[in-house]
């Protein structure tokens, strides 16, 4: 009886030391450690064993090659199947293009041979980094020709339980302008409001005419032809709304000094705000000139010495 219960608590003891194998593990850095594979890996738990995937990487360490690792560090574990397997993961994603956008816009503008610009970048594969690393990236090497737009430069990503990544860009720089540009498809005709418009930034590239710049130039002005959302306006596509229409009926006054008079007229022309056109007061077969004021509305002012005359035409 003796012996069995010793037997037994050497048995429990045996138990109690004996290793595990981990059958997934989350890597946090570039290498694989003994402790990776086995719980209770003994004395060695903390021994490097080598470099382990890729960020966004796996492997998988077999039976065969388990058992050679764990004879070789003095763990006590053994395969009982050949299905017996270790997976190593290290979680990755795709560094951001947008932090590399800064840091090479940051550099190109160092250089001061840019204003406002994109950047474009057709051929750009961002390499995958550890998914919980703060990736810092450098840009150098930088050859901007600035006739052409296009660059080449190299970029180094560096940051804590990753690798150092190092890679070469190249693309194009394109400069652009602030200006207005139509928040929706606007029709001919369209007198333009504030809500019509957005800042957007335009490519000098793409410009081939004068286009307007400011947001107040534009609002309350009438649109020529049409223009497609997130286009810029033509300056020679923008008119003065037309206030007054030709064969309309309008409001014809007329001030001078102290005197006002006010009566009909039909207009012989159309006409924007401040245009002078030609009218016809209904009570005479005479036009007289006459300027836009008011939707419908124009006004003549004449000089006192020429009142007596005008007023027998609007009577």
Known sequence: MRFLAALFAVA????????????????????????DLFDNAGRYADRLLGPGPA???????????????????DVHWRSISEGDRA???????PLSKDIVLDALRAEIKATGEAGEF????????????PAEAT?????????????????????VVTGKAMNRVQMPLSGRVAEVVEAPVCATRLLPETVIRAGDLRMGRIRKTLLQYEIARSIDRIV??????????????????????????????????LQAADLFISSQAVALEAGAAGDIIRVQPKSSSAAVTAQVTAPDQVSVIIQPARLSSRNAALQ
């Open 135 to 155: 990736p810092v990236p450098t840009v150098s090497q930088l050859d901007l020709d600035s006739n052409t737009g296009r660059f080449s430069a190299m970029l």
């Open 220 to 253: 309350g002005m009438q649109l020529r032809r049409p223009v497609a959302a997130g286009m810029p306006i033509r300056l020679e596509d923008l008119v003065r709304p037309v206030l007054v229409q030709r064969g309309g009926v309008v409001r014809l006054e």
């Open 118 to 129: 994109d950047i474009d970048m057709p051929d750009f594969v961002p390499p995958v980094i």
């Open 87 to 93: 997976v190593l993961e290290w979680p990755g994603q």
């Open 55 to 73: 960020p966004g990487g796996r492997i998988v360490v077999q039976a065969p090659q388990l058992d050679a690792i764990a004879r070789q560090y």
């Open 12 to 35: 429990l003891s045996i138990e109690a030391h004996a290793a595990s194998l981990r059958t997934m593990t989350t890597l946090h850095g570039p290498n694989v450690y003994l402790r």
